[in-house]
């Protein structure tokens, strides 16, 4: 996940996984971008794309 950082530091991002819970990050896993947790609702999904876009601004969304 820290790789497109270096490449291209403002490209707009959001890391995605199905790894249960919060053993993620127990992993020692750190990101500068949002992760949401799979299975994820579409509105959720869609909130979250357009927030990393700059569409809309606030809080992190549910289940993010």
Do not use: Q, Y
């Amino acid at each position: 996940p820290r790789a497109h950082v270096e490449i291209e530091p403002d490209l707009p991002a959001i890391f995605v996984t199905g790894f249960a819970g919060d053993s993620l990050f127990r992993s020692g896993f750190e990101s500068s971008v949002p992760v949401i947790e799979k299975p994820v609702a579409p509105d959720v999904l869609l909130k979250e794309v357009a927030r990393a876009l700059g569409k809309i601004e606030g809080d992190k969304g549910e289940g993010v």
